[in-house]
């Protein structure tokens, strides 16, 4: 009986070699699917990347999400415009900025977080190209920022400050409208705005303003984006009206304060 023990007592295992094995085991699980998981995400990576959409891709977006208002053969509807020769450069404009799909109708279409992703936004501008030619995108040339920076600050001091501010700032027009700020807009958007005349803004045309001159209000543009505010707090760069306001509850609320306080003082 006393060997039987002992031999049953020298065959049984460590209560810690059970876990150990357990915790190895799922380690080395562990290990598989994650290096699993890796490879498959890795191929859908790639593949997505590779992929593109069509232009039918882009007539299935927009029949489900613009034709109700624009028609199906883009033909217009009584809730939304025609779209016949608006092209592929108006249309990247107003899906890239969120300004369409229309949320509610207003004064304008306010700008915010586009629907679309990129890819999707180009397909359904390539479908619109297709069926209602207009302005396509410009040369990489006109969006480089390389322009004399001189001459574009002076064409947008007389083609555009009276809208944008001459900081580009941005500014109120009638009835609920405004001119948006270009402190962040892209160099695409500031030329597909000129030559597409988005909303309240004219369409400036090569009688008005040549590829060259855009190209020069763009690098001005872009070069006021990338400058340094020099003097402290620009104050929105609103001229008067806010340094004005500024002195008013600042200056002249600290002479009452300080009036009262004296005042009060003496008393």
Request: proline content about 5%; aromatic content about 6%.
């Amino acid at each position: 009986m006393a060997r039987e023990k002992k031999r049953r007592s020298n065959g049984r295992r460590s209560p810690l070699a059970a876990a150990a094995l357990i915790g190895a085991g799922l380690m080395i699980t562990g290990a598989v699917y994650a290096g699993t998981s890796a490879a498959f995400a890795a191929t859908d990576t790639q593949t997505t990347a590779a992929s593109t959409l069509t232009v039918e891709d882009g007539e299935k977006l927009f029949t489900a999400n613009c034709a109700t208002c624009h028609g199906l053969d883009l033909q217009g509807t009584a809730n939304g415009p025609s779209l016949y020769g608006v092209g592929e450069l108006a249309t990247e404009f107003q899906l890239s900025t969120g300004r369409m799909p229309l949320q509610m109708q207003g004064p304008q279409a306010p700008q915010k977080t586009p629907q679309f992703t990129e890819d999707q936004i180009l397909a359904i501008s390539s479908y619109v190209q297709s069926e209602a030619p207009g302005p396509t995108f410009p040369e990489d040339r006109i969006l480089d920022g390389e322009g004399d920076v001189a001459h574009g600050a002076e064409l947008f001091r007389v083609n555009c400050a009276m809208c944008h501010n001459v900081a580009a700032a941005g500014g109120a027009l009638t009835e609920g409208k405004y001119a948006p700020a270009l402190t962040e807009t892209s160099a695409l958007h500031m030329y597909a705005a000129m030559v597409t005349g988005p909303q309240n803004m004219p369409v400036f045309g090569d009688m008005n303003l040549s590829d060259e001159d855009k190209r020069d209000i763009i690098s001005a543009l872009l070069f006021q984006q990338q400058s340094v505010q020099i003097g402290g707090f620009s104050l929105g760069s609103l001229g008067p009206v806010s340094e004005g306001l500024f002195v008013w509850i600042f200056g002249i609320g600290a002479l009452v304060a300080i009036t009262v306080w004296i005042t009060a003082k003496s008393n």
